[in-house]
């Protein structure tokens, strides 16, 4: 009876641990916007020749069996889902469909310039100009702390945003630490000698 109970507590406790990560997560899915380049994994239950990857292609579509070309970008997994099932229902009725995001590979910013490893970064989650220049490594001795920018590109436009390194650093202007959105580029340019 003593190990029954025993087991039982550590259910709930692994219950309990568990369930608010599960929330975070099904929460994050529902804010992610699939984008050209994103790796997902598209299936249908009880149906063996339609469990495909796909990527989606820079059109912003992808391919799949019975359905053709489809858009995917733009629209979150669920939404993705239903119109996938909805072009399935004349030929398979009460479709099953699950939309999963395997890569999100379209989801990345570069870090450039004086760093320690510049490149792309694939966003996994939320991440703020800080955090990128991290993961690229930090800042070279010959970076200028003074002027790295953020590049970003909206409604075709390209704009440039101060990132004011020195004051986040010591601990102010923390709310200048913005979060980057994918295809955002993080310049970090080579301080003047003199």
Request: include cysteine; proline fraction near 6%; charge should be negative.
């Amino acid at each position: 009876m003593k190990v029954l109970a025993k087991l039982l507590v550590a259910l709930s406790l692994t219950l309990t641990c568990f369930c608010p990560l599960a929330a975070n997560a099904a929460q994050a899915s529902n804010d992610f916007v699939i984008r050209s380049g994103d790796v997902l994994q598209i299936t249908v239950w009880k149906e063996d020749g339609l469990d495909h990857e796909v990527i989606v292609l820079p059109d912003g579509t992808v391919t799949f069996p019975l359905v053709g070309t489809i858009q995917a970008q733009g629209f979150t997994p669920g939404h993705l889902q239903e119109n996938i099932k909805g072009m399935l229902s004349t030929l398979v009725p009460d479709a099953s469909v699950n939309v999963m995001v395997k890569a999100p590979l379209g989801h990345t910013v570069s870090v450039m310039g004086q760093v320690g490893k510049p490149g792309d970064i694939v966003m996994g989650r939320r991440l703020s100009v800080m955090q990128a220049l991290s993961q690229a490594g930090g800042l070279t001795p010959y970076a200028s702390e003074g002027s790295i920018i953020v590049i970003r590109t909206e409604n075709g436009e390209k704009t440039s945003i101060a990132f004011p390194y020195k004051d986040i650093a010591k601990g102010q202007n923390l709310d200048k630490d913005i979060d980057l959105k994918p295809g955002d580029v993080v310049f970090v340019p080579t301080a003047g000698l003199l």
